[in-house]
């Protein structure tokens, strides 16, 4: 499935229904095509690192979950089949892996019948289901590998209620281990919907289950592998949602199966085990399904958007090896998709300069030529696929917002979003980035060379629109001047208070901004009026809002996203008021949280 791989949120009727089937469904016995060890399917000789950059390609559960008229005519769900993934393998394969797709994800319910209720074979591992899949995972590996392409399985974290047997299963490979010997004996559950007794790593059954796991995935020939209701994470946490034991023998058993597989973690992983997901997996899914489980694939409001608040939080802990994964990208189709051509570009922007996973969940067979366009840009895909950091937005995140970062030879990927319901203009300051003058501005999207821009570009947006460009300075670096917010000539009012800090310029800030704490920075000198582009230094492990004010102005609330935790700086850019002389900037936490201010660094001039 996808996050909620067995449903959408707890509290839609759907979930209910799926959980229910999966947790009372009665397990089908099957015995394994093979038993005793194979040999593991050969991986290319000079096969690259796994996960080196974001993977591309398709998955089969976007279709699945939706409404849409067709996709699913024997029931929800339904349209998970081995015809079904075959005709999009060839698909992929004609239309996209030139262009760098090349993954064939097959999520939830392959081992399920249409009922959802499950099979498994004499070992407690899951079997395909004959109906969905007649010829078995490993033909449908063997097709999809024939195309040049890799292939990818789907399991939940944990023991499946319908393997435990009664504790009598035997593991496979693992003379005197049972069911019983590999989970806690009070039969906790786990996993984002309970449908999973949790493993009990003490004893070295559990190690030996898991690899029993991974080895049938290798002798099929799996090459990807998403683990999915993980915790911390899947709406979940305490103990029995602590997955990370999971997860490190995930790593080992798929270090020993004989075949690189990639090892991909959902949903909505908790980013204070960030730390761990980097260590023992190649990618993890930052958020709820992007899926409205409704009668489109998506909608804008549920859950697409989200992603731009999300996001940032989780910007620096991506890199080769192990990637933030935003989920489908569903732009294909625009009557499936249920999005406009200007939200299904903006969808797209934001998952490139994130360097998001490109996997597309749509119906391949079906694509519009808008679709394509999209899916098959090379200069967005390069944006996706480059050495260049995971952007951030260099502005607060509101309605309009700049997202950008520094590529390795100099030159930006600036992205303008405008997010609001309204057409809008957006600006994306050069002093933003750290220089000023002229620079030469490249559109992605249009393929097309503006010329040169002095000092910033602006562009009118549609709602929910976006432009995406390399913009290459040719002017000079930015001349400024840094205040710290911890200098004694600043005035700190409330609750408001320096603290120490390690990522933070001069080793401090300013915090307990809260319920009227604030911070004015005062002497701020410049040499004649205008509007200033004034960056703000800042620490918050979350989201959150303070109002900015230059001498006796009004001030505008602008919400600051996450550092991704409190011990991590960041920036964003905000316009102020100046004028020629002594200024005082204040950030005043109103009646609310605010973030910790480590400085502002100003421009000597417009």
Request: aromatic share 10%; hydrophobic share 35%; glycine share 10%.
């Given at each position: ?39 593991a ?19 089969s ?36 892996k ?71 299963v035997?593991?496979?490979n ?177 998952w490139?300069i ?38 951030r ?23 303008l ?60 670096t ?63 492990g ?37 004028k ?16 910790d ?10």
């Open positions: 499935m996808r996050s909620s791989s067995y449903s959408v949120l707890p509290t839609r009727a759907l979930r209910a229904m799926v959980v229910l089937a999966l947790t009372a469904g009665i397990a089908t016995t099957v015995p394994a095509a093979h038993a005793g060890p194979r040999a399917g050969p991986a290319p000789a000079t096969a690259p690192a796994v996960a080196a950059k974001p993977y591309m390609g398709w998955s559960w976007s279709m699945q979950s939706s409404k849409y008229p067709g996709l699913n005519p024997d029931g929800d769900y339904s349209y998970l089949t081995e015809a079904n993934v075959l005709k999009q393998t060839d698909a992929l394969a004609a239309k996209l030139k262009y760098g797709y090349d993954h064939v994800n097959i999520d939830a319910g392959w081992w399920m019948d249409k009922s959802w209720k499950t099979g498994f074979d004499q070992y407690g591992r899951q079997t395909p289901d004959p109906v969905r899949f007649p010829h078995g995972m490993k033909s449908v590996a063997d097709h999809i590998h024939s195309k040049g392409l890799k292939a990818g399985i789907y399991l939940p974290v944990g023991l499946e209620k319908g393997a435990y047997g009664d504790g009598k035997p593991v496979w693992a003379p005197g281990c049972t069911t019983a010997d590999i989970v806690y004996p009070d039969l906790r559950t786990t996993n984002g919907w309970d449908n999973a007794y949790k493993l009990d790593f003490a004893n070295a059954c559990a190690q030996k289950y898991i690899d029993s796991q991974a080895q049938q995935f290798a002798d099929w020939g799996y090459d990807f592998l998403k683990l999915d209701g993980v915790g911390p994470g899947s709406f979940k946490s305490g103990d029995n949602y602590d997955n990370v034991p999971d997860v490190a023998a995930w790593q080992k058993a798929i270090a020993t199966a004989g075949r690189p597989i990639h090892l991909e973690l959902s949903w909505s992983l908790d980013i204070g085990h960030a730390a761990d997901w980097k260590k023992y997996s190649n990618g993890w899914r930052i958020d709820t399904d992007v899926e409205c489980y409704c009668n489109t694939l998506v909608t804008w409001e549920n859950s697409v958007n989200d992603r731009w608040d999300d996001a940032p939080a989780w910007s620096r802990k991506a890199g080769p090896g192990g990637w933030n994964d935003l989920d489908a990208i569903d732009v294909g189709n625009g009557e499936m998709d249920g999005l406009t051509k200007a939200e299904r570009q903006s969808y797209m922007t934001l490139a994130n360097k998001s996973p490109l996997f597309t969940g749509d119906d391949l067979t079906r694509l519009d030529s808008y679709g394509v366009s999209l899916l098959t840009n090379k200069e967005v895909i390069a944006v996706d696929q480059n050495d260049s950091p995971v952007a937005p260099v502005t607060p995140v509101g309605d309009q917002q700049v997202w950008g970062t520094k590529n390795p030879d100099g030159s930006y990927t600036v992205a979003f405008n997010l609001g319901d309204a057409p809008a203009s957006v600006t994306a300051d050069w002093a933003s980035f750290g220089f000023t003058g002229n620079a030469s501005v490249r559109d992605l999207w249009n393929k097309a060379n503006l010329g040169t821009h002095k000092n910033r570009i602006t562009e009118a947006l549609p709602a929910h629109g976006s432009r995406l460009f390399t913009v290459k300075p040719a002017g000079g930015l001349a400024t001047t840094a205040y710290e917010a911890e200098d004694t000539a600043n005035t700190l009012t409330g609750n408001a208070s320096v603290a120490g800090c390690d990522a933070c310029s001069g080793g401090k800030k300013v915090g307990n901004l809260y319920t009227g704490g604030k911070l004015r920075i005062n002497d701020v000198t410049v040499k004649k009026d205008g509007i200033y582009s004034v960056k703000v230094a800042y620490v918050s979350d989201p959150r809002s303070v109002t900015v004010l230059s001498n006796s102005g009004n001030g505008t609330s602008l919400k600051f996203p996450s550092t991704g935790d409190w011990g991590t700086a960041e920036t964003v850019s905000v316009q102020l008021a100046l020629a002389g002594s200024n005082s900037i204040t950030f005043d936490s109103g009646s609310g949280y605010a973030p201010i480590d400085r502002i660094v100003v421009p000597q001039s417009v």
